[in-house]
């Protein structure tokens, strides 16, 4: 690692101005999308309706390979390819949900880092599949990662890691990213995958089996609820795959032809539950209504009552999809957990007290169903209009001891479709989708460094410096501060009030100590921009490629620091060769004043991270 001191010339206040509008305004943004949305696959489940006669064709895919066509109907497992496919995404700057995923998570991230920082070929390779993974970010959201998911469910497995099935027979989705194959597995040949999946492959069989009981607990109450046999097999399968690199706060849900997937992420053993069942009741449903479509065909006037509810684009156009998210909300609103303990008779209850316990439980079971009423409430608001309508039924379902098999003709039969259109004129539709609200994860308190680097971001420089120099005398005696991003903050809030002196001094410190190779390569980045604004090409250069050495793996960084070595930084109202005319006796006194030149405002550019 090469720094550089400065000369005894110093720095002028016009440069320090140069140095805010130009080293810190091409800073890239990052926005990291938390999501809790359950995303189904372009192959929706519409195709489970083949067996109706009036039902639209679909091209079904085959099933990926992760299902076993002589296994059982409902497994829970884990997935070799599925764990190369996420430490790829990882390594390449996949950071949703870290903070709250399993600490197994950070454990890979960190063997693979060592495995990068002692080969400069899984370094190249790495940086490889992360521009093709860069290059085919789209939409900013869930779907970016999901189309990778679904590519892993079809791959064989390591070191192969080819397509099971042709491409025309996979998910859309996956095929717009097939390329990646000899990418990945270059990749995962020069990190050594395959040797580390086999030292976390024990704790991932702790997790499914932590995670069994649970699951078949929820498929016991779910299949009793509905009076429908665990044991009844129809040739479809309900498959939950299990990895820890992914966003815990994302149920990746799939519907591949009859063919169900939920790819979930655990923290200390536990798993969202509730997005896991919403799924397995679309796996029992779907098919009992798809099977009657054409029936449904006289709910249509129900679709121009859900115009302009927050709904998706399909549920808004198709009434059977509408129909079984409904029918589905009523289920989970009848068997959800309302908080409100259920009454308990006393153990000595007499006759005489037997008026006394009925009306006491009279009024447990009345707040218990208001708090399903509002449940039911909100999502009529939501769009689901006919959840009320199912709702009502279920009552009467429960009751009755004939299955949802052998009374979901009845539920669709005798609908009074005038009725239910006239509710769903009456209601008034949310503005935003709950999906919407879900995206957003609660807020995280910030503490320590995190805090700081958000006062930098809104522009209270005193105290985002005056945390960082606090933490770094701690340092001495806590060795878990991170000195490097401390001098990194100071730094750029050095820039920012017009210290370059400072700053100067700041990068080489974070270079000196970053932990983050990140952090690491801007320093040196930002030490070149400035050495090219003090006409210190030769300087400058050394520090560029010191950033491209560093090799964090981002794209960003890359071409910042490509960039930087091709030409000189520079801003608008600065030019070395003019500082070369004005150099003489008299060569300082001679300089044109740049007070005047716009300075923007960069500190609404975060930090790299």
Known sequence: MMFFRQKNRTVSTAFSSLVVVGILSTVPTHISA??????????????????SSSAPAFAQEKAPSLVDPAGPAIELVNSETLFFMAATLNACGYDDGLAKSDGVRQKIRDEVNQALAASEDARDKRDQVCLYIAQHRMTGTSK???????????????????????????????????EIL?????????????????????????????????????????????????????????????????????????????DFVVVVSPVNGQIRMSDVRHTYLHY??????????????????????????????????????????????????????????????PKDEKRSDFERVEIERNAVNQKMEQVRIARVRHDMAQGYVLTAYFYEQLIHFERDPASLKDTIGELVYSMDVDHETHRAREVTFDQQADDD???????????????????????????ASAMA?????????????????????????????????????????AAATA???????????????????????????????????????????????????RAAYAVKGHSCEEDADADGPEGAENKPATSNVPVSNPTTIPAPK
């Open 34 to 51: 938390q999501t809790k949305k359950t995303d189904a696959s372009s192959s929706n489940s519409a195709s489970s309706g083949q067996n």
């Open 144 to 178: 970016d990662i999901s189309q990778y998911i679904s590519l892993a469910l079809y791959l064989t497995p390591p070191p192969e890691l080819e397509t099971s099935v042709e491409l025309p027979e996979m998910p859309p989705d996956s095929t717009q990213v097939v």
């Open 182 to 258: 000899p990418l990945l597995r270059d990749f995962a040949k020069a990190v050594d995958l395959n040797g580390i999946w086999l030292t976390h492959h024990h704790g991932y069989d702790e997790m499914v089996s932590h995670l069994h009981d649970g699951l078949t607990q929820m498929i016991l109450s779910t299949n009793y609820y509905l009076k429908m046999p665990a044991s009844t097999y129809d040739g479809r399968r309900f498959l939950v795959v299990v990895e820890p690199q992914l966003n815990p706060h994302t149920i990746n849900a799939r519907v591949y032809g009859t």
């Open 284 to 345: 029992l449903i779907e098919p009992l209504l798809y099977q009657r479509s054409s029936a449904m065909d006289r709910f249509l006037p129900i679709m121009k009552e859900v115009k302009e509810a927050p709904l998706d684009y399909r549920l808004r156009s198709d009434i059977v999809d509408l129909t079984i998210e409904c029918l589905i909300k009523a289920v989970e609103a009848r068997t959800m957990d309302t908080g409100i303990q259920p009454y308990v008779a």
């Open 437 to 463: 609200v879900l995206r957003r994860s609660a807020p995280r308190k910030l503490t320590g460094l995190d805090l700081a680097e958000a006062r930098l971001a809104a522009g209270d420089y005193a105290t």
């Open 469 to 509: 120099r606090q933490l770094l005398t701690m340092s001495s005696s806590d060795q878990t501060v991170d000195t490097g991003r401390a001098n990194f903050i100071l730094a750029r809030a050095a820039i920012l009030t017009g210290h370059p002196d400072e700053a100067m001094a700041g990068f080489q410190k």
């Open 515 to 565: 932990k983050e190779t990140r952090i690491l390569a801007w320093s040196h980045i930002y030490l070149g921009r400035m050495m090219d604004l003090d006409c210190k090409r030769d300087e400058a250069l050394s520090q560029y490629k010191e950033a491209l050495a560093v090799r964090d793996g981002q794209q960003d960084t890359r071409l910042a620091a490509e960039r930087g070595v």
